[in-house]
C-alpha cells in the first residue's frame, strides 16, 4: 500500500505542500482503483444475452453500456435498478464499516498537544453563519461557536502558524474563516474536562489539511491511501445514482 504522506527527514518533504502534492499526484490512479473496483461489482448482476427474448422489439440500442439509458420493461433496465439498490444498500453499508475502521485506527495515536488546532481553526462559515447553524440544529456549528472566536483579521492568524495559514490560503478555493480558543494558557486548555465533542473528537476527517506539528499526521500517513479511495467510490457512488435514476 503507498502511503501518499510519506516523508524523510528533509524539510522540504515533511512540509505540508509537500503532503498534499503528493496526495494529489497520485489521485488519478486512486479514483481508478475505485472505478474499477465499483465496475466489477455492479458487472456481476449484468444480464447475459437478454435481447435474444427481449419483448421490447427494434429498440435500435446498440451499445449496452451502464449508463444507457434502457427502457423500463429492458432486462438491462431492471440490471440499473438492481445496481441503484446494491449501492445503496450492501455497499453503502461496507463503505460506512471501511470508514469506521479508519476512523478508529486513530484511537492508536494521541495528542501531542501542540495546540495548533486550538489556536488556528479554519471554517468554511463566518461566525455568524455558524452561529444560524447551530440555531438550527447543527451540533457541529453548535459545539465550534461554544469554543472558537474570530480573530479580528487575517493578518492576526497569518502570525499564529504562518505555513498552516498559506496552505490553507492556496488550497481552499472559497472564503476563509480563522478562529482561536480563549481557553487556551501555555498550550494547554483551562477547560480541559468540559470539553466539547469538536474538541475531543479532532481531527474528524483523515484528509482534512492539518498543521505540521500535530501528532495525528502520523495516522493521516497510515491511512491515506484508503481515505481517499473511500472518498472516491462515494463520489463514483453519487454519479451512479444520478445517471441510473
Not at 441503484?84 to 501531542?112: H, P, V, W
Request: aromatic content about 14%; glycine content about 0%.
Amino acid at each position: 500500500m503507498d502511503n501518499f504522506f510519506a516523508a524523510n527527514n528533509t524539510q522540504e518533504t515533511n512540509s505540508l505542500n509537500s503532503q498534499y502534492d503528493n496526495l494529489k499526484d497520485n489521485y488519478e490512479k486512486i479514483f481508478i482503483e475505485a472505478a474499477e473496483s465499483i465496475r466489477r461489482e455492479v458487472n456481476k448482476f449484468k444480464p447475459e444475452n437478454p435481447c435474444e427474448s427481449c419483448p421490447v422489439k427494434d429498440c435500435k440500442i446498440e451499445t449496452k453500456d451502464v449508463f444507457t439509458p434502457f427502457p423500463m420493461n429492458c432486462e438491462y433496465r431492471d440490471w440499473q435498478l438492481k445496481i441503484l439498490t446494491f449501492l445503496a444498500g450492501d455497499y453503502r453499508q461496507k463503505l460506512k464499516a471501511a470508514y469506521k475502521a479508519i476512523m478508529d485506527k486513530k484511537n492508536e495515536y494521541s495528542c501531542s498537544r501542540c495546540a495548533a488546532c486550538c489556536q488556528l481553526a479554519a471554517s468554511e462559515y463566518s461566525y455568524q453563519q455558524l452561529k444560524q447553524r447551530a440555531m438550527r440544529g447543527d451540533k457541529f456549528a453548535s459545539d465550534f461557536v461554544s469554543v472558537f472566536v474570530p480573530y479580528e483579521n487575517e493578518d492576526e492568524a497569518k502570525k499564529v502558524n504562518p505555513e498552516y495559514f498559506k496552505l490553507l490560503d492556496e488550497l481552499v478555493e472559497d472564503k476563509v474563516y480563522y478562529y482561536y480558543c480563549p481557553k487556551m494558557k501555555d498550550n494547554l486548555c483551562t477547560d480541559y474536562e468540559n470539553r466539547p465533542d469538536i474538541c475531543k473528537d479532532f481531527p474528524h476527517n483523515p484528509l482534512k489539511l492539518l498543521p505540521s506539528s500535530c501528532s495525528f499526521n502520523s495516522w493521516k500517513n497510515e491511512v491515506a491511501h484508503d481515505a481517499m479511495l473511500l472518498k472516491a467510490k462515494v463520489d463514483i457512488i453519487d454519479f451512479y445514482k444520478d445517471k441510473l435514476q
